[in-house]
């Protein structure tokens, strides 16, 4: 059976991706494993009695964290298959590791760190950029369903990938797919990279619009039960994305965009959709 992986570390904003996990491990048939992370010393033999104590105390609530997110996922779906560990190491590390075979990892945005100090919203970003598999970040939202998915086109590698886990998503919940194009007049970005200063912003529309033709064609015939939106709008991605998902049940965005630096795995329009996105937002790279 395929599986979901969720991190916890006990705080409100970690439960609730533990509930945001276990309605989609139902949805796709899969079991739901919880993680969390604390520093490693924990696990070593202590030569003195008093950090035996402490090292006691602090593992003891750290299988406290596991325990309430396992009776909180089986609460949300009873009789889905629920495991969970406490392990040592770096968060980020760790959690990537979890994924490799994993349908996707699940965090939430931020979370106290507990006794540990570790904070599991200080690795989202980490997670988001680096984890084989989509990352989904589950931010503070009203618990309503919309019936939408919104995905970012951008004609990408990692792009390609968010179009095709839209696709599923929207096939498996039965929503409507929103394919969101935004594009701003050219601009240089470089030395060799030069380009007019004025163009006709009908025949850039109409360049657009056939980019975002031509990137869902091939999962349009894939998914020919999903009902599909597809709109190009003029504006920075950043803004337009945040604001549709305001009225959708989950974002999805690749890694990083068209126009992207090198070796930056984590783009500029990600990493604003996991701050300002008024929905969860999944991140799916173009190894995912």
Not at 215 to 230: F, K, M, N, S, W
């Amino acid at each position: 059976m395929s599986k979901i992986v969720v991190g916890v570390d006990g705080s409100e904003a970690s439960l609730r991706a533990v509930d945001w996990a276990a309605a989609e491990a139902v949805r796709r048939e899969a079991s739901l494993h919880l993680v969390y992370v604390v520093t490693p010393w924990l696990f070593d033999v202590p030569d003195d009695r008093r950090a035996a104590q402490v090292r006691k105390q602090m593992l003891d609530d750290g299988r406290r964290v596991v325990d309430v997110g396992a009776a909180r996922a089986r609460e949300a779906a009873p009789g889905l298959e629920v495991t969970g560990e406490q392990t040592g190491g770096q968060p980020a590390e760790v959690l990537i590791d979890r994924a490799r075979d994993a349908l996707m990892l699940v965090t939430g945005p931020r979370g106290t760190g507990g006794l540990t100090g570790l904070v599991l919203g200080s690795v989202a970003n980490q997670v988001a950029a680096h984890a084989p598999c989509p990352v989904v970040v589950v931010r503070p939202s009203e618990p309503s369903e919309r019936g939408e998915i919104v995905v970012g086109v951008d004609g990408s590698q990692a792009g390609a990938g968010a179009i095709g886990f839209a696709f599923e998503e929207a096939s498996v919940r039965g929503a409507r797919l929103r394919a969101l194009l935004a594009w701003t007049h050219p601009v240089s970005t470089g030395p060799g990279d030069m380009v007019p200063l004025v163009h006709d912003l009908g025949i850039l529309a109409a360049d657009e619009q056939r980019l975002l033709s031509e990137a869902l064609a091939g999962r349009r015939a894939e998914y020919p039960d999903v009902e599909v939106v597809a709109e190009t709008v003029r504006g920075r991605a950043a803004r337009v994305l945040a604001e549709a998902s305001g009225h959708a049940d989950l974002l999805v965005v690749g890694s990083r965009g068209r126009g992207g630096f090198a070796g930056l795995l984590l783009g500029s329009v990600g990493h604003a959709m996991l701050m300002r996105a008024r929905c969860p937002v999944a991140v799916v790279s173009g190894r995912s």
